[in-house]
């Protein structure tokens, strides 16, 4: 079956280090998506790729790294400069190029900072 | 800029009908609607474009005022399966949504059997 996996689901990290949230689509889709999302805040975009090898800041790219060397695998990196990591961490796909193409989401990586 | 739900909650019986609106104080090419229940992604369900073009489920309604950059999603005959966090997604220009949505707050709904 087609569709996007978050590993891990949940994720403990102790201030200071960083950590990648793996992504991973079967879709073919060209386009990839990072949001975090906090209680009461909606989702919130981080970074956008719409073809390999090339990607985009979003509103709170802040703290954030990303990578896009595959079409199906769009890592993220929270790195310590983030200053307040914990939430809930969203990826989705989309088919490219059009406004008509909804966003098809991952089940999330929820990551905890002691 | 994010676009501002309401209302931020509702409670409704099962059977009941709700109104969920979307406004933007910026000129929309789209809009896009999702829902999302406690701790699970989010899944599509509607589609709004700047012309009158829609694209989503067959259960669901939704309209999409450009002169007053608001959108209003219709639930009607609810049930229990409905209740969530339905969020809309905007774009400001076409192919926007390529470069991501900006999402609003949310509206909570409750539906009581």
């Known amino acids: 079956d087609g569709g996007i996996t978050q590993s891990p689901k949940y994720l403990f990290r102790k201030e200071g280090q960083n950590v990648t949230l793996s992504c991973e689509q079967n879709l073919n889709h060209d386009a990839m998506y990072w949001y975090r999302q906090d209680p009461g805040q909606g989702l919130r975009l981080i970074y956008y790729s719409q073809i390999v090898n090339d990607f985009q800041k979003g509103d709170i790219a802040e703290g954030y790294s990303v990578s896009r060397e595959k079409k199906e695998s769009f890592p993220l990196t929270v790195t310590s400069a983030q200053k307040n990591p914990t939430a809930f961490y969203l990826c989705?796909?989309?088919?490219?190029?059009?406004?008509?193409?909804?966003?098809?989401f991952g089940p999330g990586t929820r990551l905890t900072v002691l | 800029q994010q676009p501002v739900q309401s209302p931020q909650a509702v409670i409704l019986r099962e059977g009941e009908d709700a109104v969920i609106n979307c406004s933007s104080s910026k000129a929309l090419y789209s809009v896009h609607w999702y829902r999302q229940k406690h701790g699970e992604a989010p899944i599509f369900l509607m589609i709004l474009l700047k012309g009158g073009e829609q694209k989503g489920h067959d259960k669901i309604s939704a309209s999409f005022n450009e002169k007053k950059q608001q959108s209003s999603l219709y639930l009607t005959a609810s049930q229990l399966s409905y209740s969530g966090t339905y969020f809309c997604g905007t774009e400001m220009y076409s192919g926007g949504g390529a470069d991501g949505l900006t999402f609003g707050k949310g509206t909570h709904l409750i539906i009581q059997p």
């Open positions: 989705a796909s989309s088919e490219a190029g059009s406004s008509y193409n909804e966003q098809f």
